[in-house]
């Protein structure tokens, strides 16, 4: 687990393209194109995106490629400029290719729900879940695991996991 990764992959481009890969608040600006990020995922299912041409545009044309996450519960929404489109998920991407302008705006719903997954080493018999892209954790079980203590940064652990008293 690197934790310093998490930062990165947020955007990539290519020639033509500008891909968003992470939801979160932020800004990237590729060639004369500034893209600002707002969103609040996972306390709410939306992102919006404001163009904003850089050097005196006018105008780009690009496409921009919008990550449908797994967690992803039913067809995403997009609006552009307010207006609904019809979109196809390809390749795990929306694909929005079109002439910019100064201002104009991308909304994307991505519903979340609880989502069940297998884990790799005990695939069939074992279980995680997710609401979104939060893995979803409880305590389980009356004996014992309702204590806890303190081992870490924001980590609590079982007492019976180690046999040790707080």
């Known amino acids: 687990e690197n934790f310093t990764k998490l930062g990165d992959s947020f955007y990539y481009y290519t020639d033509d393209k500008l891909i968003v890969n992470q939801y979160t608040s932020s800004n990237v600006t590729?060639?004369?194109?500034?893209l600002k990020q707002e969103?609040?995922?996972p306390n709410s299912d939306q992102a919006k995106f404001t163009v904003q041409l850089l050097n005196?545009?006018?105008s780009a044309a690009f496409d921009?490629?919008?990550r449908v996450p797994d967690w992803t519960m039913g067809a995403p929404a997009v609006?552009?400029?307010g207006t609904a489109q019809t979109v196809t998920v390809s390749n795990g991407y929306?694909?929005?290719n079109r002439t910019w302008a100064e201002g104009d705006t991308v909304e994307l719903t991505l519903p979340m729900g609880i989502r069940g997954y297998t884990l790799p080493d005990n695939a069939g018999t074992v279980y995680g879940f997710k609401y979104g892209p939060v893995v979803l954790a409880a305590e389980l079980g009356l004996d014992n695991k309702r204590g806890t203590y303190h081992?870490?940064?924001?980590?609590?652990?079982?007492q019976t996991t180690y046999n040790r008293t707080p």
């Open 151 to 158: 081992i870490g940064v924001q980590c609590d652990v079982c």
């Open 64 to 66: 921009l490629r919008l």
């Open 30 to 34: 590729w060639k004369d194109v500034k």
């Open 94 to 96: 929306i694909s929005l």
């Open 39 to 41: 969103t609040d995922i």
């Open 79 to 81: 609006k552009v400029n």
């Open 56 to 58: 005196g545009k006018s």
